[in-house]
Each structure stands twice: as structure tokens, then as C-alpha cells.
């Protein structure tokens, strides 16, 4: 069973400092991750994907791989609060089937 | 338009009963998805499709079967409703290599069974 790992949270941060989300992952064969953001009641729309060790800087995110540690993460610089959200990390294997984990929610409050 | 449409949005029915849910898209992808949310559990995959000839079922199909009537429709049916299956239902799509695995999700339909 491939299984993606994220702590539920809630993550609370104040405006304007770095929210740090986290996902492990158990297959080491996975090669792609992405990171989605899911507002209440809303549909996952996809902010972040990184395929190589690393960062991948977008704006105010920053994803990080580190395939040894089967670990990828979310950095969110000058967090706003529209951006409390649930966030999925989402890794792909040689299957090319999605596994999700079950999200991090993340509170920025003012 | 919408690029992955779910119809119904909202569904209320009753232990035992059959219901579709409905999933078109007009991305011109080859893959499509059918997925449940419960809080707290994430996205779960119930069934896939690479093409209108590949069926696959995903981690929690039983109670559920799928139909690929074309490239761009993809429905979902539960043959006799439970109320275990009560969930935000989400279908998507997505290509095929690197970035364009990203998945496109439709708007979801929430279905509660009673």
C-alpha cells in the first residue's frame, strides 16, 4: 500500500510569516509531487509540482524534494490569510495514479 | 464553461436506491478519475480510466461500478446506496506525463444518503 503522509494541522500562522507544510511518502519509486490547495467546500486546484531534488520557487511557494528522505515540502512566504486552505500533497508513481494524503489546514490569522 | 462538469451538484437519496453521478470534460484528456472525500480522510480513488477501453478500480471500489461512455464522459454509480457512502464525490482528469499529470477537478457533487 503506497501511502502519502501529512500532519492534519491545523497549522496556525500569523500574517506575513512562512507557513511550512510537510509530506512523506512510503514508495521510492514516486517521481512526481504536487501540492493542491482545497478551500472549504471547493474543489483541489493544483498551486505547486516539482519532479527533481531541490527547490521549485512560484511567487510566494516553495516546494522541496528530497527523494533520499522520501520527504517533500511546502513553503509559504508572507502568508495572507486567504490563504487558509487545506493542503494536499499528491505523489504519483510508476503507475501514474495519484495517491493523495489527507491534507495539512493551514489558519492564517490577521 | 467549466472544464471537468459534475452533475448533480447536491444529491439526497434514500438506502437502497441507485444513483448516477455524471463527469464530462472538454480538456481532450485520455485519463479521467473518480474520487471520494470524507473529512479528515483526504481524497480516496474509487475507479480510473487511461482510455475508453481501460477500466481500473482504485483503492475503495466496492459498492461502486463505472461507466467510460466516451473520451470525455466518465459516470459513476452505486448500485444500492449505503450511508457509508455519504461524501463529497470529485471527478478528474488529467494528461499524461510530468506536469500534465496534474489533475483538473470538477466541481464535486455532495451526496447524502439517508
Known amino acids: 500500500q503506497k501511502e502519502v503522509e501529512q500532519n492534519s494541522g491545523p497549522l496556525s500562522v500569523p500574517e506575513g510569516a512562512i507557513a511550512s507544510l510537510n509530506c512523506t511518502y512510503s514508495?521510492?519509486?514516486?517521481?512526481?509531487f504536487f501540492w493542491y490547495r482545497q478551500y472549504s467546500g471547493k474543489s483541489p486546484e493544483l498551486i505547486m509540482f516539482?519532479?527533481?531534488?531541490g527547490d521549485k520557487e512560484d511567487g510566494r511557494f516553495t516546494a522541496q524534494l528530497n527523494k533520499a528522505s522520501q520527504y517533500v515540502s511546502l513553503l509559504i512566504r508572507d502568508s495572507q490569510p486567504s490563504d487558509s486552505a487545506t493542503y494536499l500533497c499528491?505523489?504519483?508513481?510508476?503507475?501514474?495514479?495519484?495517491?493523495f494524503g489527507r491534507g495539512t489546514s493551514l489558519i492564517v490569522h490577521p | 464553461d467549466a472544464d471537468v462538469t459534475q452533475t448533480p451538484r447536491n444529491r439526497i437519496t434514500k438506502t437502497g436506491k441507485r444513483i448516477m453521478l455524471e463527469c464530462s470534460q472538454t480538456?481532450?484528456?485520455?485519463?479521467m478519475y473518480w474520487y471520494r472525500q470524507d473529512p479528515g480522510l483526504g481524497l480516496r480513488l474509487i475507479y480510473y480510466?487511461?482510455?475508453?477501453?481501460?477500466?481500473n478500480k482504485g483503492e475503495i471500489s466496492d459498492g461502486y461500478s463505472v461507466s467510460r461512455q466516451a473520451q470525455a464522459k466518465f459516470s459513476l454509480s452505486l448500485e444500492s446506496a449505503i450511508p457509508n457512502q455519504t461524501a463529497l464525490y470529485f471527478c478528474?482528469?488529467?494528461?499524461?506525463?510530468?506536469?500534465?499529470?496534474?489533475?483538473?477537478f470538477g466541481s464535486g457533487t455532495q451526496l447524502s444518503v439517508l
Open positions: 478528474a482528469t488529467s494528461g499524461k506525463t510530468g506536469v500534465e499529470e496534474k489533475l483538473f
Open positions: 514508495d521510492r519509486g514516486s517521481q512526481s
Open positions: 516539482i519532479y527533481s531534488n
Open positions: 499528491a505523489v504519483t508513481g510508476g503507475s501514474y495514479i495519484p495517491t
Open positions: 480538456k481532450g484528456h485520455d485519463r
Open positions: 480510466s487511461f482510455d475508453v477501453k481501460d477500466i
